[in-house]
């Protein structure tokens, strides 16, 4: 491998890494990786109960903003 080649190897890593921690962290701040939070939550905690269906949980996690709408503006 010639140093040109490894180095646009390396480039292409790091930009890979870059691109992945920035959608990372957009799927964090649009709420996107709840589901797989609250996986990760259920697992830790030893549940006695399966976790509930990524539909379940969507459509448990919208009845609860409505019925609980605390610092939203609408």
Do not use: F
């Not at 701040?29 to 549940?47: E, F, I, N, S």
């Amino acid at each position: 491998m010639t140093p040109r080649t490894a180095r646009t190897g390396r480039t292409a890593g790091t930009a890979r890494a870059v691109v992945t921690a920035v959608a990372d962290y957009a799927r964090g701040v649009l709420g996107a990786d709840r589901y797989r939070r609250y996986l990760d939550h259920h697992a830790r905690q030893g549940c006695g109960h399966p976790p509930l269906s990524e539909k379940e949980y969507w459509r448990s996690y919208y009845a609860h903003q409505e019925d609980n709408p605390g610092a939203r503006c609408c």
